[in-house]
């Protein structure tokens, strides 16, 4: 089992960055499928952004593609986000999510979640 604690949420002014940290617990780490996802008020949660394990690739939500960086630093068990070029409809929380499966965008799925981080973009 794995723990997430997700850092770096606040408020930035539209066109700023900010990024995101998602801190594992598990050693094994490097195992699990990541995925960032976030839920605006009122709205479902969605996917924005993963890391699959089986052939190492990235891929994003085509609202953030270009604009946000999904990245990890396997000695700190950490995924970030890099979030650039920042709209008022990016404000959400953020959540990373992790599982040994791969289920791609697919939010109702993945087993191991945070707890979630604020980000609010100002306009």
């Known amino acids: 089992q794995v723990q997430l604690a997700e850092s770096g949420g606040g408020l930035v002014q539209a066109g700023g960055s900010l990024r995101l940290s998602c801190t594992a617990s598990?050693?094994?780490?490097?195992?699990?499928?990541m995925g960032w996802f976030r839920q605006a008020p009122g709205k479902e949660r969605e996917f924005v952004a993963g890391?699959?394990?089986?052939?190492?690739?990235?891929y994003y939500v085509d609202s953030v593609k270009g604009r946000f960086t999904i990245s990890e630093d396997h000695a700190k068990n950490t995924v970030y986000l890099q979030m650039n070029s920042v709209k008022p409809e990016d404000t959400a929380v953020y959540y990373c999510?992790?599982?040994?499966?791969?289920?791609?965008?697919?939010?109702?799925?993945?087993?191991?979640w945070g707890q979630g981080t604020q980000v609010t973009v100002s306009s």
């Open positions: 598990s050693g094994f780490f490097m195992l699990y499928n």
């Open positions: 999510a992790a599982d040994y499966r791969d289920y791609g965008n697919d939010t109702r799925k993945y087993n191991y």
């Open positions: 890391i699959r394990r089986s052939d190492g690739n990235t």
